[in-house]
């Protein structure tokens, strides 16, 4: 097979960090590694146009949602579709169900094998939201009758998340795990010095790295931790993560005398695992998560995880971890179970579990959506398309193929 231009389109990516964002740039290295050439579309302030480790990267300026702590989306359908015709790609790749469900039809009109990549599922984040189970599921239901229709392939990254569409008789789905970078991620980032800095050696450190949002569900970590107290046991919680939900967490971590320190969003990905392995335990509330990178890093790291019952986590913990309804009481449950484990046990199923998610399994997986095959190292097509901002229009030029 020849390399092929895999173009990737994405929204509501998180400014520096999350879980959209490590899968983007991790699957884009792999591509890029098994002869491909990666090119990454997304939102930001304005046009810039870059070569990176996960291949081209393009933004187009996209105006801010408010109220989501960063997010922005490409809103120009029109600038976004000259971008594409100009790029001319073999294959396009969309981790975008709702926003950027047209492009399905330009890949149809282009001619072009198009994949819808399903990072959530749409009913579960309508029920974070307050939508009512039945009208969550009708609504549900109908984006993903049209999701199914307009692309060559729908990619769900667990069993959990690929139900919302068998449901609807959908056959054109495929199963492709995500993964987790086990050599960076490893039980040997536990620091104690680390760890004295949040909580004393006769204090249980739990940890929830996750973006501070309604449909992440933070306040649940709070919830477990107030139940925890509240039994005699002595806690301290270090949330790892920005949101638009920070300012009411703090407010009422102060006004309840709650042990809780909030670091905001960690830039340093070594500190990041430390943090993970040197906790007792960590926390993934997110009822509508479908994978759970976050959790999983723990895990490689060595730290088991308690999850929401609700999620596709119990699928990817197995029984490494422990599972909680969606409340304070459940979780802080779960979380007492897991410390009545022996502590190398706990960290040693922990690590057996993430190992195995590599990434080399999921680019692989991911390629053969696309019914694409290693070409070995990439050979010489560069980058001819050049991008220029005027009167915030992008001119490209159409490189030779």
């Known amino acids: 097979m020849r390399s092929l231009r895999i173009v990737r389109l994405a929204n509501f990516v998180a400014p520096a960090s999350g879980g959209l964002r490590t899968a983007l740039r991790e699957l884009g290295k792999g591509y890029r590694t098994a002869g491909h050439e990666p090119v990454l579309i997304v939102p930001g302030e304005r046009v810039t146009d870059a070569e990176t480790e996960q291949g081209r990267v393009i933004t187009l300026p996209g105006p801010l949602l408010p109220g989501t702590g960063g997010y922005r989306v490409l809103a ?11 790029l001319a790609p073999d294959r396009l790749e969309v981790s975008d169900r709702t926003t950027l469900r047209w492009t399905g039809r330009w890949a149809r009109r282009a001619r072009v094998p198009a994949v819808m990549v399903s990072h959530e599922t749409a009913d579960g984040v309508l029920r974070t939201w307050g939508v009512p ?25 667990t069993e959990f998340a690929e139900r919302e569409f068998v449901r609807i008789g959908a056959r054109n789905v495929v199963r492709a795990p995500l ?16 760890r004295g800095v949040y909580a004393r050696v006769d204090e249980t450190l739990l940890v929830a790295c ?98 929401s019952a609700s999620s ?82 992008t001119s490209a030029v159409r490189r030779p193929r």
């Open 76 to 86: 120009d359908r029109r600038r976004v579709a000259r971008l594409l015709e100009a």
């Open 179 to 194: 993964g987790v970078d086990l050599s960076e991620r490893h039980p040997a980032l536990r620091d104690a010095r680390l």
């Open 312 to 393: 596709a986590l119990p699928e990817v913990i197995g029984a490494a971890g422990a599972v909680a309804a969606d409340h304070g009481e459940a979780f802080a449950d779960a979380v007492e179970m897991l410390l009545e484990r022996p502590f190398d046990e706990r960290r040693g199923a922990a690590r057996a579990r993430a190992e195995c998610f590599g990434w080399g399994a999921a680019v692989e997986a991911f390629l053969a959506a696309h019914d694409a095959t290693p070409v070995g190292v990439r050979g010489g097509r560069e980058a001819a398309v050049h991008l220029t901002a005027v009167r915030d229009e």
């Open 133 to 157: 189970e039945g009208a969550a599921r009708r609504a549900a239901d109908a984006l993903n009758i049209r999701t199914a229709h307009t692309y060559a392939r729908v990619v769900c990254t």
């Open 210 to 307: 996750t973006r501070l949002s309604v449909e992440k569900r933070p306040g649940t970590a709070l919830d477990a931790l107030e139940a925890l107290v509240r039994r005699g046991r002595r806690t301290v919680l270090v949330v790892a993560g920005d949101g638009p939900l920070r300012p009411r967490l703090e407010q009422r971590a102060r006004e309840s005398g709650l042990p809780v320190v909030f670091l905001g969003h960690v830039t340093d990905r070594g500190l990041l695992g430390a943090l993970q392995a040197s906790a007792d335990v960590c926390l993934a509330p997110g009822p509508a998560e479908t994978f759970g990178l976050a959790a999983l890093e723990a895990m490689a790291c060595g730290t088991p995880v308690v999850v």
